[in-house]
C-alpha cells in the first residue's frame, strides 16, 4: 500500500471537518516524522491517529542532513516540515501537506505532493465519505479562520457534494 507523509496542517484540517477516521479509509498508508509527531500530534489527537494506523517514522542520518539543510536555505520552513519533507523526498513518497512553503518546495523539486481538496476528491471518488458528510467537514475546514484553501476550489467542491 503506498505511503503519503503528511505535515500537521492537513490532519489539523481534516479533525476540524471530524473527517481525519476516514482518512485512514483511504487506500494508502500515512505517516509523519517522530519529531513532527512529538511536537505537533502528541496527546489525544495524537494517540487517535495511533490507534487508527499512523505510522511515526525515524528519519535516517541522510534525511537528517537533507532536513537541516533544508532548514537553512529556506527559512520560511518549520523544522517539522523539513523532517517530513526530507523522508518523502528520499524515500519517494508523495507529500500531503497545506503549508505554501513546503508545498512550493515539492514543486521546485518535483516530490508529489497533495493537500486537503485532493484527500477530499478521494473520498469522494471512492465513495468513502457520503456526500452529505464531505459536504459538511469541507465547510467546517473552509470556514475555520486559519483555512487558506483556496475559495474557487472550495467552491466548486460543495456545490457538488450538495448535489451528490
Known amino acids: ?4 507523509v503528511s505535515d500537521t496542517s492537513v490532519i489539523i484540517d481534516l479533525d476540524r471537518g471530524a ?9 494508502y498508508e500515512f505517516a509523519v516524522p517522530d519529531l513532527l509527531f512529538a511536537r505537533e500530534l502528541a496527546g489525544v489527537l495524537g494517540d487517535q491517529l495511533l490507534a487508527l494506523g499512523l505510522r511515526v517514522e525515524e ?3 541522510d534525511e537528517l542532513r537533507r532536513a ?5 536555505e529556506r527559512k520560511e520552513l518549520s523544522a517539522p516540515d523539513t523532517f517530513a519533507f526530507a523522508i518523502a ?4 513518497w508523495p507529500l500531503l501537506a497545506g503549508d505554501g512553503g513546503i508545498r512550493r518546495l515539492a514543486r521546485d523539486t518535483q516530490v508529489e505532493c497533495y493537500g486537503v481538496l485532493w484527500v477530499c476528491d478521494q473520498f469522494e471518488g471512492g465513495r468513502h465519505v457520503p456526500a452529505p458528510r464531505l ?3 469541507l465547510t467546517a475546514i473552509s ?5 487558506r484553501l483556496p475559495a474557487l476550489e472550495v467552491r466548486i467542491r ?3 457534494y450538495a448535489g451528490g
Open 59 to 61: 528519519l535516517s542520518s
Open 158 to 160: 460543495l456545490e457538488r
Open 19 to 27: 473527517l481525519v477516521e476516514d482518512l485512514f479509509r483511504l487506500p
Open 89 to 92: 523526498e528520499r524515500r519517494g
Open 1 to 4: 500500500m503506498p505511503v503519503l
Open 143 to 147: 470556514t475555520h479562520p486559519r483555512c
Open 135 to 137: 459536504h459538511a467537514g
Open 68 to 72: 537541516a539543510g533544508l532548514r537553512r
